[in-house]
């Protein structure tokens, strides 16, 4: 068996998660706008949840999460649900395609760092450093035991800024273990610090901070605004 990480207690309040502004008031659809009457709507909103990865989630009808594991009837628990039920296919740093789970830093510097760097990639890929984002945070409390790897060189791969390779291999290790999540330093601001946390009832008292403008000008680097 491969060395599995110590265990760390975190009590940690005010982590910040970043979103895309749009969809961080998931009680509305984008589809209300679109209909005449009632029943149109109600076509619709059968169109849109046919395709809706978090509805298909809380019915259990993922392969890698159960309905078990979610949340319900807590603020934002739709945001929640969101982070582990949209994975994206090639998965994150400590996920796989099909299971996602809640990203969030100590500091919201750090959170600001880690969408700069994926949003810029992006925009690497056309050449073009034009345009402006915003962000919605969203904060959470954590009180409980994550598997640690801050400082300990048996997982420096977990940190390769090119791969995620290593890193999910030991997610999968530690999700078959039961683990929480993990705690690590950010690849992309190393003063940093993230969790991985791979159960959404440990995601406590989630409320909306701050929000951020991010601009691309012409460079690679952002101006960073709040509004």
Known sequence: MAVVPQLTALRQF????????????????????????NRLLRDLFDLENATNERLR???????????????FGVPNF?????????????GSRFNDGTRGAWYCAFEAETALAEVSFHKTVEYQEINRFDDSVTYQSMLADFNASFHDIRGIENFAGCLDPQSYIASQALAA??????????????????????LACFRPALVGNVRKGPAYRLTWAGTPQPRIEII
């Open 57 to 71: 989630g809380e019915a259990g009808l993922l392969p890698g999460i159960g309905v078990d594991e979610l949340v």
């Open 173 to 194: 290790e530690l999700l078959d273990l039961g683990s929480m999540g993990v705690i690590y330093p950010s690849v992309r601001r190393p003063e940093g610090v993230n």
């Open 14 to 37: 005010d982590t910040c998660r970043l979103i895309p502004s749009r969809f961080a008031d998931l009680e509305d659809s984008v589809l209300a706008p679109l209909a005449d009457d």
């Open 78 to 90: 739709r945001i929640v649900n969101a982070a582990y039920t949209y994975a994206r296919p090639e």
